[in-house]
């Protein structure tokens, strides 16, 4: 039976035992097969996650450097160019009507360079400083050492470190998100240009002792020179990119605002994890990036939230001239370079002159002379009710707080506050007691305290 057996199965073997050693080679084959592809599987969901994307997935273009000694070509000085709004109160709208008396306290000093500050659920403040540090300021306003664990930055010029911003979820993952500029890797030039860095969107933990910044991850490469960064309340996170900007740099030069192809010049919105949400307006669009939101802005210093119709508004600082406040809606075009309010620095005009295009949107209010507009904020608080609904737009070339009174989306009233301190004003935010506070710009920057007069 066995020599039966043994013939039948496999010619050459001779005896019982070389049969069922073979035998049992034939049952085991399949299991070995399937743990030979689960085995790459199992290792493979235990190795440690990815490292961050490069800085730089493509080429993406930047001014030149300036030759040493060069003459300037065109200036920021105002020009008296006015034109013509497209409805009464677009811009030099009428005194506003009501005020508020306040007195003004310093919350926070020793700040140097600070771009952005946001208040943690515990009444603490985190503050962004741009050359490349993030601080936490205690109650009593005294700021900690910087926090550790901040990528590589590139803080060239007005490059740096941007907004810091801690999740609406704070208190339960300490999640802080956080835009800075970092050079493209690769082969250095020997002379970097102008804005060499490119806009980085990244989230990290924030430690226990409130010392470190841990798993920190890049999100987006958002390829701009700046941007500003707000988290809507569908909790994705809203994020403006600009592009290159400033004497020397002509607006013709930088068509990026209406290419779709460009995450520069744009209104970009991702997910707290980076992916996209799949219901962004050119998600599935063919030779268009998904995460674009909105498209044609120049550069966005400054987001907000409407606290009713939950509206993105944005800052945008035009060139010699044209600052604007814009209301985003998805999908939609806010024109630069193809229209705007304001000229070149060389004092040129911008497109003709062309301030109006078919599909293109209007700015809600605009600003000639500039005031360099930079953060800003809605007022809901109570302790100022003629502010109630009001947005507070901090200057910086203009050294005040704009208050714009609202109906709807038109502005009928602007009021210009703290302009006997002389100050750049870098920020401004409602603070959780109510009272509304301003960041001031530069080395010696404070966080200022406005509550009503006793």
């Known amino acids: 039976m066995w020599a039966q057996m043994v013939k039948w199965a496999r010619p050459g073997i001779s005896s019982g035992a070389e049969f069922l050693g073979w035998l049992d080679m034939r049952l085991w084959r399949p299991v070995l097969v399937v743990v030979a592809l689960w085995m790459p599987v199992a290792l493979g969901a235990q190795r440690p996650t990815p490292p961050a994307p490069a800085v730089s997935e493509r080429v993406v273009p930047r001014p030149p450097a300036r030759e040493a000694g060069a003459p300037e070509t065109g200036s920021t000085a105002p020009d008296g160019y006015a034109p013509i709004p497209q409805w009464l109160g677009q811009t030099r709208a009428a005194r506003a009507a009501k005020t508020e008396a306040f007195a003004i306290q310093t919350a926070v000093s020793g700040i140097g360079g600070g771009f952005s500050f946001h208040f943690l659920p515990d009444g603490r403040i985190l503050i962004g400083e741009r050359p490349g540090r993030m601080r936490i300021a205690a109650k009593d306003g005294t700021l900690s050492e910087p926090l550790r664990g901040l990528p590589e930055l590139y803080a060239g010029g007005p490059q740096g470190l941007f907004e810091v911003l801690p999740d609406r979820d704070f208190a339960k993952n300490r999640q802080i998100y956080f835009g800075y500029t970092a050079l493209p890797q690769g082969p250095r030039p020997a002379v970097l240009p102008r804005l060499a860095g490119l806009l980085m969107i990244a989230r990290a933990r924030l430690s226990v002792d409130d010392r470190n910044l841990e798993d920190v991850r890049v999100l987006l490469n958002a390829e701009g020179i700046n941007g500003r960064m707000i988290q809507a309340p569908d909790g994705t996170l809203l994020i403006t990119s600009g592009i290159p900007a400033g004497v020397g740099i002509d607006s013709p030069d930088w068509p990026q605002p209406q290419q779709l192809t460009s995450r520069m010049g744009k209104v970009l919105r991702i997910n707290t994890d980076g992916s996209i949400p799949s219901n962004n307006p050119f998600a599935g669009r063919r030779e268009a990036l998904p995460e674009i939101y909105a498209l044609g802005v120049r550069d966005d210093q400054g987001v907000a939230i409407h606290p009713q119709t939950s509206k993105l508004w944005t800052s945008e600082n035009g060139p010699k001239g044209g600052d604007e406040i814009n209301v985003i809606e998805p999908g939609k075009n806010y024109g630069f370079p193809i229209i705007s309010y304001g000229h070149e620095y060389s004092g040129k005009p911008i497109n003709d002159n062309r301030t109006v ?39 910086l070339a203009g050294k005040h707080v704009v208050r714009l009174v609202l109906d709807g989306e038109r502005v009928v009233g602007e009021e210009r506050l703290l302009t006997n301190l002389d100050t750049r004003m870098r920020d401004v935010r409602q603070g959780p007691d109510g009272a509304l506070y301003v960041m001031t710009d530069g080395q010696k920057g404070k966080i200022l305290r406005l509550a009503p007069q006793n």
């Open 357 to 395: 295009e078919p599909g293109m949107q209007q700015p809600a209010y605009f600003w000639n002379p500039s005031i360099a507009p930079s953060g800003m904020t809605f007022y809901t608080g109570r302790l100022f009710p003629a502010w109630q609904g009001n947005l507070f737009v901090a200057a």
